[in-house]
């Protein structure tokens, strides 16, 4: 599958930066199909996939084939509160052992098997809507796996893993081992 990555400047609304870049662009980029772009907070910028060359915006081709047994260096940030149990009451934060155990379940659940895994805080993010203003917690997790079913991973390198992806969470980045 072949993709474009781009970087943006970070903003405190990042998701309301990626679309009003794209936007710019006079593509389509609103779809019921498979998800045609990804972002995520890595360091200093928003770097975004998408699987639409995007005109007028420099940008890096790629294309990516996994295969089973292939052996990758997997960067991925997940939000780091639990889902809130009840309505308005705050999320409880999970601790570094519970992310790295819920990490691990996603990634195995897509077809990853875990040789190592760590994670540390990561800038928390910001939504902005009207004037409301929802701060989300990040940790960045960093593992090595094997790849146990290519097309599931795919899928998920695809789409993300996780929740929150509309607020720049569960974008896989990866490096061949």
Known sequence: MKYYVFALKPAANAH?????????????????ETRKLQFAHVGAAIVVRTNQEPIG????????DFSNGQQLKI????PAQKRAREYRSAPAMRTRSEMIEYATALLAA????????????A???TLKKDKRIAVVSAMQVIATATITDSQSFG?????????????????????EF
Do not use: N
Not at 155 to 175: H, N, P, T
């Open 57 to 64: 915006i420099p940008c890096k081709s790629e294309t990516v």
């Open 123 to 125: 800038d928390s993010v």
């Open 110 to 121: 897509h077809g990853a098997a875990i040789d190592t895994i760590d994670c540390k805080p």
């Open 16 to 32: 309301e930066v990626v679309t009003s870049v794209l936007h710019r662009t006079d593509q389509d980029w609103t779809t019921t």
């Open 155 to 175: 899928i998920a390198y695809d789409q993300g893993i996780g929740r929150e992806k509309s607020l720049g969470f569960g974008m896989l980045l990866v490096k």
């Open 75 to 78: 960067l991925v940030v997940l």
